[in-house]
Protein backbone atom coordinates (compact mmCIF):
# COMPACT_ATOMS: atom_id res chain seq x y z
CA UNK A 1 0.00 0.00 0.00
CA UNK A 2 1.27 3.11 -0.81
CA UNK A 3 -1.01 6.42 0.32
CA UNK A 4 -0.47 9.93 -2.05
CA UNK A 5 -1.32 12.65 0.87
CA UNK A 6 -1.42 16.53 0.01
CA UNK A 7 1.45 18.40 2.11
CA UNK A 8 5.05 18.18 3.33
CA UNK A 9 6.18 15.67 5.80
CA UNK A 10 4.62 16.78 9.05
CA UNK A 11 1.20 17.17 7.57
CA UNK A 12 -1.57 16.07 9.01
CA UNK A 13 -3.03 14.53 6.03
CA UNK A 14 0.09 12.47 6.11
CA UNK A 15 -0.70 11.23 9.89
CA UNK A 16 -3.86 10.81 9.19
CA UNK A 17 -2.87 8.29 6.40
CA UNK A 18 -0.56 6.53 9.17
CA UNK A 19 -3.24 6.11 11.16
CA UNK A 20 -5.48 4.46 8.24
CA UNK A 21 -2.36 1.92 7.97
CA UNK A 22 0.76 2.74 10.53
CA UNK A 23 3.60 0.59 8.46
CA UNK A 24 2.64 2.23 4.63
CA UNK A 25 4.12 4.11 2.39
CA UNK A 26 3.74 7.73 1.86
CA UNK A 27 3.68 9.94 -1.16
CA UNK A 28 3.63 13.94 -0.52
CA UNK A 29 2.02 15.78 -2.98
CA UNK A 30 1.54 19.48 -3.95
CA UNK A 31 -2.05 20.04 -4.34
CA UNK A 32 -5.16 18.10 -3.87
CA UNK A 33 -5.22 17.64 -7.79
CA UNK A 34 -1.84 15.43 -7.38
CA UNK A 35 -3.37 13.25 -4.89
CA UNK A 36 -5.81 12.10 -7.21
CA UNK A 37 -3.67 12.03 -9.89
CA UNK A 38 -1.39 10.29 -8.49
CA UNK A 39 -3.99 7.06 -7.82
CA UNK A 40 -5.25 7.44 -11.67
CA UNK A 41 -1.88 7.20 -12.42
CA UNK A 42 -0.93 4.40 -9.91
CA UNK A 43 1.74 5.95 -8.45
CA UNK A 44 -0.12 5.48 -5.22
CA UNK A 45 -2.56 2.28 -4.69
CA UNK A 46 -4.26 4.51 -2.63
CA UNK A 47 -5.38 8.67 -1.08
CA UNK A 48 -6.17 10.34 1.81
CA UNK A 49 -7.67 13.98 1.52
CA UNK A 50 -9.51 15.98 4.22
CA UNK A 51 -12.81 16.59 4.16
CA UNK A 52 -14.29 18.77 6.74
CA UNK A 53 -13.41 19.68 9.89
CA UNK A 54 -15.32 20.47 13.33
CA UNK A 55 -13.88 23.92 13.35
CA UNK A 56 -13.14 25.18 10.08
CA UNK A 57 -16.26 23.15 8.03
CA UNK A 58 -16.09 21.40 4.63
CA UNK A 59 -12.64 21.75 2.25
CA UNK A 60 -14.87 21.98 -0.82
CA UNK A 61 -12.37 22.27 -3.38
CA UNK A 62 -12.15 18.11 -2.32
CA UNK A 63 -15.73 17.56 -2.81
CA UNK A 64 -15.97 18.86 -6.62
CA UNK A 65 -12.37 16.65 -7.09
CA UNK A 66 -14.74 13.54 -6.03
CA UNK A 67 -16.77 14.43 -8.79
CA UNK A 68 -14.34 14.93 -11.48
CA UNK A 69 -12.61 11.48 -10.96
CA UNK A 70 -14.32 7.69 -11.09
CA UNK A 71 -11.87 7.11 -7.85
CA UNK A 72 -14.05 5.65 -4.99
CA UNK A 73 -13.73 6.03 -1.45
CA UNK A 74 -13.26 3.20 0.28
CA UNK A 75 -12.53 4.27 3.87
CA UNK A 76 -12.64 7.10 6.08
CA UNK A 77 -10.11 8.77 9.16
CA UNK A 78 -11.03 11.45 11.81
CA UNK A 79 -8.04 12.99 13.19
CA UNK A 80 -7.18 15.04 16.40
CA UNK A 81 -5.53 18.23 14.89
CA UNK A 82 -3.17 19.87 17.86
CA UNK A 83 -1.63 23.21 16.70
CA UNK A 84 1.71 24.10 17.95
CA UNK A 85 3.12 27.22 17.14
CA UNK A 86 6.89 26.93 16.43
CA UNK A 87 10.05 28.39 14.97
CA UNK A 88 13.49 28.58 15.13
CA UNK A 89 15.23 27.40 18.08
CA UNK A 90 16.07 30.65 20.31
CA UNK A 91 12.89 32.95 19.43
CA UNK A 92 10.55 33.56 22.12
CA UNK A 93 6.47 33.94 22.34
CA UNK A 94 7.45 38.06 22.25
CA UNK A 95 9.69 38.02 18.98
CA UNK A 96 7.03 36.52 16.55
CA UNK A 97 5.70 39.16 13.72
CA UNK A 98 4.00 36.59 11.14
CA UNK A 99 2.89 32.88 11.18
CA UNK A 100 2.67 31.10 8.65
CA UNK A 101 0.10 28.22 7.66
CA UNK A 102 -3.00 26.82 5.47
CA UNK A 103 -5.93 28.47 5.85
CA UNK A 104 -7.57 26.18 7.39
CA UNK A 105 -5.25 26.08 10.37
CA UNK A 106 -5.05 29.87 10.63
CA UNK A 107 -8.94 29.80 10.95
CA UNK A 108 -9.16 27.35 13.77
CA UNK A 109 -6.66 29.52 15.44
CA UNK A 110 -8.15 32.62 14.84
CA UNK A 111 -8.52 33.94 18.41
CA UNK A 112 -5.43 33.10 19.44
CA UNK A 113 -3.71 34.60 17.25
CA UNK A 114 -5.79 37.61 16.97
CA UNK A 115 -4.69 37.71 21.00
CA UNK A 116 -0.60 37.22 20.14
CA UNK A 117 -1.41 40.57 17.72
CA UNK A 118 0.77 39.52 14.56
CA UNK A 119 0.40 38.89 10.51
CA UNK A 120 -0.73 35.80 9.19
CA UNK A 121 -0.26 34.71 5.82
CA UNK A 122 -1.62 31.81 4.17
CA UNK A 123 0.26 29.07 2.54
CA UNK A 124 -0.23 25.58 0.89
CA UNK A 125 0.27 23.72 3.67
CA UNK A 126 0.46 23.30 7.97
CA UNK A 127 4.06 21.46 7.53
CA UNK A 128 4.64 23.44 4.51
CA UNK A 129 5.03 26.80 6.53
CA UNK A 130 7.20 25.10 9.10
CA UNK A 131 9.62 24.25 5.90
CA UNK A 132 9.37 27.94 5.09
CA UNK A 133 10.79 29.29 8.17
CA UNK A 134 13.27 26.37 8.72
CA UNK A 135 14.37 26.63 5.07
CA UNK A 136 14.67 30.34 4.89
CA UNK A 137 15.41 30.77 8.53
CA UNK A 138 12.73 33.61 8.85
CA UNK A 139 13.53 35.35 12.59
CA UNK A 140 10.91 36.75 13.80
CA UNK A 141 8.46 34.37 11.77
CA UNK A 142 6.60 31.27 13.05
CA UNK A 143 4.24 27.99 11.74
CA UNK A 144 1.37 26.65 13.44
CA UNK A 145 1.40 22.78 12.27
CA UNK A 146 2.12 19.79 14.26
CA UNK A 147 4.67 18.73 16.72
CA UNK A 148 5.99 16.19 14.23
CA UNK A 149 6.83 18.97 11.32
CA UNK A 150 8.61 20.94 14.30
CA UNK A 151 10.63 17.28 14.13
CA UNK A 152 10.84 17.24 10.64
CA UNK A 153 12.24 20.71 10.04
CA UNK A 154 14.21 21.20 13.35
CA UNK A 155 12.20 23.98 14.63
CA UNK A 156 11.68 24.60 18.45
CA UNK A 157 7.69 24.23 19.65
CA UNK A 158 6.61 27.94 21.45
CA UNK A 159 3.12 26.87 22.46
CA UNK A 160 1.01 23.60 21.65
CA UNK A 161 -2.24 23.51 21.37
CA UNK A 162 -3.19 26.83 20.43
CA UNK A 163 -6.45 25.98 18.28
CA UNK A 164 -9.65 28.16 20.10
CA UNK A 165 -11.65 25.15 20.61
CA UNK A 166 -10.52 21.65 22.40
CA UNK A 167 -12.23 19.41 20.08
CA UNK A 168 -10.43 19.92 16.64
CA UNK A 169 -10.83 17.00 14.38
CA UNK A 170 -10.71 17.05 10.67
CA UNK A 171 -12.31 13.72 8.34
CA UNK A 172 -10.64 12.29 5.70
CA UNK A 173 -11.72 10.46 3.18
CA UNK A 174 -9.17 7.13 1.59
CA UNK A 175 -9.32 7.31 -1.90
CA UNK A 176 -8.92 4.52 -4.46
CA UNK A 177 -8.15 0.34 -3.78
CA UNK A 178 -10.70 -2.19 -3.48
CA UNK A 179 -14.05 -1.90 -1.78
CA UNK A 180 -14.07 -3.01 1.92
CA UNK A 181 -16.25 -5.87 2.08
CA UNK A 182 -17.58 -4.93 5.95
CA UNK A 183 -18.48 -1.16 4.51
CA UNK A 184 -21.56 0.61 6.46
CA UNK A 185 -21.32 4.13 5.33
CA UNK A 186 -22.28 5.32 1.67
CA UNK A 187 -21.61 8.52 0.13
CA UNK A 188 -23.87 9.71 -2.92
CA UNK A 189 -23.86 12.74 -4.87
CA UNK A 190 -27.14 13.58 -6.83
CA UNK A 191 -28.93 16.80 -8.49
CA UNK A 192 -32.53 17.58 -8.42
CA UNK A 193 -35.06 19.54 -11.07
CA UNK A 194 -35.49 22.50 -9.62
CA UNK A 195 -38.89 22.30 -8.70
CA UNK A 196 -41.02 22.74 -5.24
CA UNK A 197 -40.17 19.67 -3.12
CA UNK A 198 -37.66 18.00 -4.76
CA UNK A 199 -35.09 18.44 -1.79
CA UNK A 200 -37.52 17.22 0.46
CA UNK A 201 -38.98 14.63 -1.42
CA UNK A 202 -35.01 13.15 -1.68
CA UNK A 203 -34.13 13.16 1.97
CA UNK A 204 -38.02 11.57 2.16
CA UNK A 205 -36.72 8.45 0.30
CA UNK A 206 -34.02 7.34 3.46
CA UNK A 207 -36.60 8.87 6.60
CA UNK A 208 -38.94 6.33 5.01
CA UNK A 209 -36.89 3.68 5.69
CA UNK A 210 -35.48 4.95 8.93
CA UNK A 211 -31.85 5.39 7.07
CA UNK A 212 -29.86 8.32 9.05
CA UNK A 213 -28.41 10.89 7.13
CA UNK A 214 -25.24 11.86 9.05
CA UNK A 215 -23.98 14.80 6.45
CA UNK A 216 -25.72 16.53 3.69
CA UNK A 217 -24.06 18.87 1.44
CA UNK A 218 -24.79 21.17 -1.39
CA UNK A 219 -22.15 22.49 -3.88
CA UNK A 220 -22.71 24.58 -7.48
CA UNK A 221 -22.44 22.69 -10.27
CA UNK A 222 -19.80 25.15 -12.34
CA UNK A 223 -20.88 26.58 -15.48
CA UNK A 224 -24.62 26.50 -14.58
CA UNK A 225 -25.62 29.24 -12.00
CA UNK A 226 -27.77 28.38 -9.73
CA UNK A 227 -27.79 24.90 -10.27
CA UNK A 228 -26.81 22.29 -6.98
CA UNK A 229 -25.60 19.07 -6.46
CA UNK A 230 -26.27 17.29 -3.04
CA UNK A 231 -23.76 15.01 -1.16
CA UNK A 232 -25.06 12.83 1.20
CA UNK A 233 -23.58 10.34 4.10
CA UNK A 234 -26.01 7.74 4.63
CA UNK A 235 -25.16 5.16 7.48
CA UNK A 236 -25.94 1.79 5.54
CA UNK A 237 -24.52 -0.42 2.89
CA UNK A 238 -25.31 0.79 -0.80
CA UNK A 239 -26.43 -2.83 -1.26
CA UNK A 240 -28.44 -2.91 1.97
CA UNK A 241 -31.69 -4.06 0.98
CA UNK A 242 -33.52 -0.76 2.39
CA UNK A 243 -30.59 1.40 0.98
CA UNK A 244 -30.66 0.18 -2.53
CA UNK A 245 -34.37 0.68 -2.51
CA UNK A 246 -34.01 4.33 -1.69
CA UNK A 247 -31.46 4.62 -4.30
CA UNK A 248 -33.73 2.86 -7.15
CA UNK A 249 -36.96 5.45 -5.76
CA UNK A 250 -34.11 8.81 -5.61
CA UNK A 251 -32.97 7.99 -9.21
CA UNK A 252 -36.28 7.66 -10.56
CA UNK A 253 -36.39 11.47 -10.07
CA UNK A 254 -33.37 12.81 -9.62
CA UNK A 255 -31.64 14.60 -12.84
CA UNK A 256 -28.60 12.18 -11.75
CA UNK A 257 -27.26 9.73 -9.21
CA UNK A 258 -23.82 8.80 -8.61
CA UNK A 259 -22.38 6.66 -5.41
CA UNK A 260 -18.93 8.08 -4.46
CA UNK A 261 -18.12 4.93 -2.10
CA UNK A 262 -19.13 2.79 0.26
CA UNK A 263 -16.49 2.16 3.15
CA UNK A 264 -16.35 1.45 6.76
CA UNK A 265 -17.25 4.58 8.82
CA UNK A 266 -13.93 5.92 11.94
CA UNK A 267 -14.54 4.18 15.07
CA UNK A 268 -12.41 6.07 17.53
CA UNK A 269 -10.11 3.94 19.61
CA UNK A 270 -10.47 0.76 17.54
CA UNK A 271 -7.62 -0.58 15.07
CA UNK A 272 -9.24 0.25 11.63
CA UNK A 273 -9.28 -1.88 8.60
CA UNK A 274 -6.29 -0.15 6.88
CA UNK A 275 -4.06 -0.65 10.12
Not at 136 to 158: C, I, M, N, P
Not at 163 to 170: M, V
Amino acid sequence: MRIAYQGEPGAYSEAAALLYSPHTETLPCKAFDEVFDAVVQKRATHGIVPMENSIGGTIHRNYDLLVDHEIPITGEVELDVVHCLQALPGTKLEDITIVYSHPQALAQCERYLKELGVTVEAVYDTAGGAKLVAEQRLRGAAALASRRAAEVFGLEVLQEAVQDYEYNITRFFVIGGALPTDGNKTTIVFALPSTPGSLFRALSVFALRDINLSKLESRPIRGRPWEYLFYVDIEARRDDLPCARALTQLGEFAKWIRVLGTYKGWERGKVQPGG
